[in-house]
């Protein structure tokens, strides 16, 4: 890692700048770093092991659902792989995902500060995620588990499969979600440079605060709803129980209370770093800026109630389906709220097709694709005949995938320069992206339509009438994944033959760009006046 | 010395600075966790005491209620005395601080002797999950005593924790690093400590008054 | 960056064991009223002692009288959202 800034050649700094990568050397370093950005890295580091774990086995069972009937293993394995793609991506990858890479990366210096306010306990929070992480590749080692990511009991009280392993890594990987959350709360309210209130922090910054917020009271339900079913699973004791009262149907809504607000912990921060893309590739200020910052917090405390929206089919009152139903409708306003002040930043700006921007313009159709169908999930009517089939996983991967880990590629192509002191080459980030475009649709449209036309989700086999569908599907998987693959080697191979970058590429008017590229240790040489606009662009651009 | 120099003279990657009130903040956010993990608890508590409100009602007869006052005046008074220790080292008295504190912890043992003692009861009658006389009660009662040991047993694994924080706290105070200037450490520990206190003062009447 | 103590005045000792007092003597008013035969109320009304001597132990045990709006301005806001998981909750189970 030391040599990545240390050489240049032509260009950019002419002398190894003393910066964060080489400020001390070592692994041994690295492990006990409490520098915010090198902790970054090394989530960022566990975070791209996850995923493409996680996509090897979605790969592996599209595999199987290429055509009907058994084509390489049973439904036993095929549930097993499914189960740990959803645990993998999801509690190893998207809920940390912008928060823990480029939230700990940014955060402080975008405030002006010199780190978080417990870098130790961020340390932890990494510690954390790796024992969950780990936790994950014990229990593929025991077979896995066949439960779905959602744990549902009673099965995951009876099923022989291993449960303890899996639930304790998401037992875990929550204390790292609750300790990031904890430090971000903190960090914002004590650490803002002199002169930056409230409303001079940038966008992404609030969304981490609204995130932080999240986190802190959602992910506390899930943890003891986890012991609930240890403690039934192992030593008897009921809870969910039927034969002795209990009542399955309240595990769905303690796991959805934490679970769905997660879903906002996923898009918050990315909502927020498309909120910082756009102003800069735009050349505009950004267009309603409290309106986005209140939508942050509209998000996170309307999206603490609507939970129970992906129970509409398990037997709850009338009375509570419709109410949630009601209420799933209303989280979807502030969303659009900033869909439509991101199109208006855009509007008469000068729009710069750089890479970053690219995926922030690809974000907002496919986001869209999957708010609008969440709603169709949401309407109770209309749920009644999706709930449980393909079109509800087509709904899901258009927002965190095509949503969340879209922008944190954005981000990524974003920061790269400023983190690594490289640049990437751009025509080969526009054709993966590209790329990918053309493979993520065609792997999920067709989902839409078999779910609609009744393909159950979870299955390893469906009836020879939704074969089309899924051919389609797995062949778009094999494209998609080729443009994930290009986008991380043209990364990969900037990081270390990249062409050095200066310190503000893109012309972005937040703090890290005032900084030397990669920052130093402590971020800034003085610390900086917080006094400033955040996106200093005109609001409007004269031809 | 300028930040950069700090870290090359130092090694260090931060520059020094103490923040009380961050502090105070990143505990209470932790307090607020333990909340809502409770919480979860007291929402299935809730949920159904709703639904077998009768069979609630004979499990809660079966508890000791004196016990049970017992134990709560025990623990109020283990919140008297973490308070008293903590206004004791802000008025730099450490030796009484550190009187009081060591009231806390016995407290505290006290306790946890009782709900050793009334978990015995239960489980020389044979009222633990599995058992055959768990099982021959209704419904209603069975989830009862479920989430009797659970909740009782998790807050009882909070003190046992809180036990061990005071006991650090006051190897801190003792060393003379937490004093009064600089008190956080103690506070923040009695902040858990006061947390514990209010999640039993909901404990007591939900599982020992209704029947 | 902040740093040093934040002055409070000195809470006198005798505060304390005041709210101490008004705490047992609540335990023993939620004790006393569990022996009447009140029915359905029998758990609102404890619950509502529970809340007053919860209050009590957070205002001054915790400070929150003394410290910034901003702990207990948190807490409510936790205390809220709780709430709604709650409430939202007995949405289902009171129409069943």
Redesign the interface.
Known sequence: MTSVAATVDGGGTATPARNYLNARAGLLSWLTTTDHKRIALLYLGGMTIFFLFGIVMAVTFRLELIAPGVQFFDADIYNRLLTLHGVAMIFLVIIPGIPAVFGNFFLPIMIGAEDVSFPRLNLLSWYCYLAGGLLALVSLGLGGVDTGWTFYVPYSVKTSSNVLVPMLAAFILGWSSILTGLNFITTVHRLRAKGMRWFKMPLFVWSLYATGWIQITATPVIGITLVMVLLERYMGIPIFDASAGGDPILYEHLFWIYSHPAVYVMILPAMGVVSEIIPVFSRKTIFGYKFIAYSSIAIASIGSLVWAHHMFTSGMADVARIVFSFLTFLVAVPSAVKVFNWLATMYKGSIQLDPPMIWGLMFIPLFAIGGLTGLINGALSTDIHIHDTAFVVAHFHYTMFGGTILIFIGAMHYWFPKMFGRMYQHFTAHLSAGIFFVGFNLTYIPLFAAGIAGMPRRYADYLPEYHAYHLCSTIGSWVMVLGLLIMMGNLLRALFKGKPAKDNPWGGTTLEWTTATPPPTLNFDEPPDGNREPYDYPTEVKE | M???H??KAH?A???E??????N???M???L?????????????F???????RW?FRAGSGSLD?ILG?VN??IL??S??T???AI?AL??KKVKASLSLMAGTVLLAVMFLGVKAVEWGHKFHLDLV??SSVM?NK???E??FY??Y??MTG?HALHVIIGIGAIAVAAGFVKSGRCHA????LL?NV??YW??V??IW??L???F???? | MSSGTEKHALVPYGLYVKVWLGLIALTVATVAVSFLDMKNTVILTAMLIASVKSTLVLLYFMHLRFERPLFTIMLVAVILTYGVFISLTFLDYSFR
């Open positions: 300028s930040g950069e700090a870290i090694g990657e931060h520059t600075h103490h923040d009380p009130v961050a105070k903040i990143g209470w956010l932790f607020f966790t333990e909340l809502i993990l409770f919480g979860g608890l007291f929402i299935a809730a949920v159904y005491l709703h639904l077998y069979d209620k006052a709560t005046v109020l008074t919140s008297l973490m308070a008293l206004a802000s008025r999950p599995g099982q209704p419904m209603g069975q989830i479920a989430l040991y659970t998790v200037e600089r008190p956080g506070e009695g902040l006061h947390l206190d209010v003062i909901f007591f009447p939900l020992y008054l209704i029947g």
